[in-house]
């Protein structure tokens, strides 16, 4: 009801040209039948296949007519008001200046002709001749109440061709509330898709439908939807990292709280977890996981980057609820000499978008040189948490062993956990990991067995990043002291 409103609204403003940027044809088709009935105008389609058809009133094809020139001509020509709905016409206007010219000339004369022409495609590009003429449409997309009553219309669908269905009522209000963001037509596709592939909605059909919105939505590199979130359990360490969040846990949230958490900012050395950490999050709590890309962000034509960047964070929202993880963020927001302010930009987009969502996104933002981040960009309101993540201590090293050498399938009982943890002094979670793969392949190329000496060997062949850079770890260790709260 709302888009009837506000599409009628829309046409009495005396707007010669309406854009809408939709994959929902039928449906921008069938409001305006409705809309045309409120107005008393005759309405008309238009497409490259069928000519001109009066869809209000049966009265069928007028004229097949496939030139656009031709048919803006007849358009132009025509004394009776209207509104005429051309389809797919975005390819008509490249390179077209004729074209553009009647578009504009019809716009001219609206005042005698009253016509008004609405372009329907799923992308168009308003030629700067005729844009000071035209105003853009976006369909509405549904509600949480809306999304329900759909999937439950899909279940009866299914139920009424004979099929027995097992439904979790809980497992369809979670598919509703992930599947905002999507249209009418992709969350019905995606509703119906998850009932008859395992006739059953259940709370496994969640995360598929995820994968399934997120490709529907591509950002084409700029987000990657990350499949495997980690549980928290293959985590070692980071106590009070995972105290806070339990804390604000979405499942053990207050109904009706208003303060949600919006993101943390994970500083520490490379190798430490943190990537680990941002997959866990989402694990965690249950949500998609997006992770962005800011080395694909930037693109070399004026504009593009700021614009992948709207798009990005646009989908997130659309996302939501859901996990942004932006890992080095500081490597985006560098400038340089010949950097344009492109940097400068993308940090004001971001804060703004940081300070001003009201969408349920998590940010993790993990970082490794905090002298090339702005201070804007850490300060309370923007990011609830700073924690920073250190080289993790014996007790933690121990856990790391034991969560690697399981991960594949070492009997434990021939290591010494507590001396592999002595001698690994200064190793990060990712060195530790390194030496027990290159202990694996070792023993496999010498044909024995993986044991404590074996493994031990590798360990002392290693050069730990808190040797080689040890004089930056020290300084990063001495900024965070007294400005982070420790992650362990």
């Not at 249209?183 to 998850?194: E, Q, V």
């Amino acid at each position: 009801m709302q888009d009837i409103q506000d599409l009628t609204a829309v046409l009495r403003s005396n707007t010669p040209i309406v854009v809408i940027e939709t994959y929902e044809e039928y449906r921008v088709i069938e409001l305006l039948k409705k809309v045309s009935n409120i107005l008393f105008q005759p309405l008309f389609s238009w497409s490259v296949t069928e000519g001109l058809m009066r869809v209000d009133s049966g009265l069928g094809r007028q004229k097949f007519n496939a030139e656009p020139s031709d048919i803006l001509g007849q358009i132009k020509s025509t004394r009776e008001r209207g509104i005429y709905v051309l389809c797919d016409f975005h390819p008509f206007v490249e390179d077209a200046p004729k074209n553009v010219r009647l578009l504009k000339e019809i716009a001219l004369e609206y005042e005698s002709l009253q016509h008004t022409l609405v372009l329907v495609s799923h992308e168009f590009s308003i030629p700067p001749e005729i844009k000071h003429y035209c105003a853009h449409f976006r369909l509405s997309l549904p509600n949480s109440t809306q999304l329900l009553n759909l999937i439950y219309e899909q279940v009866d669908k299914v139920r009424s061709e004979g099929v027995l269905l097992n439904v979790d009522d809980t497992a369809v209000a979670k598919l509703a509330e992930n599947l905002r963001g999507v249209t009418f037509d992709d969350a019905r596709r995606l509703a119906h898709k998850a009932i008859v592939d395992d006739g059953a909605i259940t709370h496994s059909d969640v995360d598929t439908i995820n994968r399934a919105k997120f490709e529907l939505l591509d950002m084409q590199g700029v987000l990657q939807f990350e499949y495997d979130t980690s549980d928290f359990s293959q985590v070692a360490g980071l106590q009070n990292l995972k105290q806070w969040l339990a804390y604000r846990s979405p499942i053990s949230a207050p109904q009706g709280i208003v303060d949600k958490p919006k993101g943390v900012l994970l500083l520490g050395v490379q190798g430490s977890g943190k990537s680990l950490a941002a997959k866990a999050v989402a694990g965690m709590w249950h949500r998609p996981l997006l992770k962005m890309d800011m080395a694909a962000l930037y693109n070399k034509y004026i504009g593009e980057t700021e614009k992948n960047l709207a798009k990005a964070l646009e989908l997130a929202d659309l996302m939501a609820p859901c996990v942004l993880w932006i890992d080095e963020i500081e490597k985006g927001l560098s400038s340089g000499s010949s950097d344009d302010g492109t940097s400068k930009r993308i940090l004001g987009t971001i804060l703004t978008w940081m300070a001003e969502r009201k969408s349920d996104v998590f940010l993790v933002a993990t970082a490794n040189d905090i002298s090339a981040l702005p201070p804007e960009l850490m300060r309370k309101g923007r990011m609830d948490e700073i924690f920073f993540v250190d080289l993790p201590d014996a007790e933690v090293r121990q856990t790391i062993f034991e969560i690697h050498l399981k991960r594949r399938q070492l009997a434990l009982n021939l290591f010494d956990l507590e001396q592999l943890a002595t001698v690994s002094h200064g190793f990060s979670g990712a060195e530790i990991e390194q030496a027990v793969i290159s202990a694996v392949y070792t023993a496999k190329a010498s044909q024995l067995e993986v044991n404590q000496t074996v493994l031990h060997q590798e360990i002392m062949k290693t050069q730990p990043l808190s040797v080689v850079m040890r004089e930056q770890l020290q300084s990063l260790r001495h900024w965070a002291e007294e400005r982070t709260v420790s992650a362990h």
